[in-house]
Nanobody, 117 residues
Framework: QVQLVESGGGLVQAGGSLRLSCAAS????????MGWYRQAPGKQRERVAA???????TYADSVKGRFTISRDNAKNTVYLQMNSLKPEDTAVYYC???????????WGQGTQVTVSS
């Protein structure tokens, strides 16, 4: 019923850019806080960025100034623009939708981002 589908991952060289997309269905997208998390092999999943229904954003210190999260409520889609990519950004990136009133969280299947040095 709930479906979050990430796309846009791939292999890029250090210093390059990539734009991730997450298309949502089966949820009331406009009232959800949307977020991006990432998980590298052998490491804990960490929050990268989040955006509220009103457009307020937060970022992990490691990506501030390089990544930008945005959303298009008309398209039920959240984006993550990643610039100046570093090898340490290599991870599987997951989209999530958060309902603060319950609370509950739905997750996408993830998309692989690999940054070569």
């Amino acid at each position: 019923q709930v479906q979050l589908v990430e796309s846009g991952g791939g292999l890029v060289q250090a210093g390059g850019s990539l734009r991730l997309s997450c298309a949502a269905s089966g949820i009331n997208f406009s009232i959800k806080v949307m977020g991006w998390y990432r998980q590298a092999p052998g490491k804990q999943r960490e929050r990268v960025a989040a955006i509220t229904s009103g457009g307020s954003t937060t970022y992990a210190d490691s990506v501030k100034g390089r990544f930008t999260i945005s959303r298009d409520n008309a398209k039920n889609t959240v984006y993550l623009q990643m610039n100046s990519l570093k090898p340490e950004d290599t991870a599987v990136y997951y989209c999530c939708a958060i309902d603060l009133s319950l609370p509950s969280t739905d997750w996408g299947q993830g998309t692989q981002v690999t940054v070569s040095s």
